[in-house]
């Protein structure tokens, strides 16, 4: 049983941080990538950012150079920290893994199989 638990969402002000975390726990905690998602409302969801286990890392053009992801192989948890966030940040942010990561569609929803529930972020002009 695959159990990806988010939290760290919440209220901020336009130009504020948050750190989003997500533990992961069962058969693929050492999972191959991590990758973090978002869907604003009557919105699709988007790629965010996704991390290899070797800890190279992929960014949305929407979110490069305001947020980082990270992860801590040891506590099997992936962290997004978002800075500058802006009112189009709002969405439900989702964290998800890759089982079998390839390069060229490491950014599709369709490489991974496994989610979190979601945890909100908002984000006030």
């Known amino acids: 049983q695959v159990q990806l638990v988010e939290s760290g969402g919440g209220l901020v002000q336009a130009g504020g941080s948050l750190r989003l975390s997500c533990a992961v726990s069962?058969?693929?905690?050492?999972?191959?990538?991590v990758g973090w998602f978002r869907q604003a409302q009557g919105k699709e969801r988007e790629f965010v950012a996704t991390?290899?286990?070797?800890?190279?890392?992929y960014y949305a053009d929407s979110v490069k150079g305001r947020f980082t992801i990270s992860r801590d192989n040891a506590q099997n948890t992936v962290n997004l920290q978002m800075n500058s966030l802006k009112a189009e940040d709002t969405a439900v942010y989702y964290c998800?893994?890759?089982?079998?990561?390839?390069?060229?569609?490491?950014?599709?929803?369709?490489?991974?199989?496994?989610w979190g529930q979601g945890t909100q972020v908002t984000v006030s002009s």
């Open positions: 998800a893994i890759a089982p079998a990561p390839i390069l060229s569609t490491i950014t599709q929803l369709s490489s991974y199989d496994y």
């Open positions: 069962g058969r693929t905690a050492r999972a191959p990538a």
């Open positions: 991390i290899r286990w070797s800890g190279a890392s």
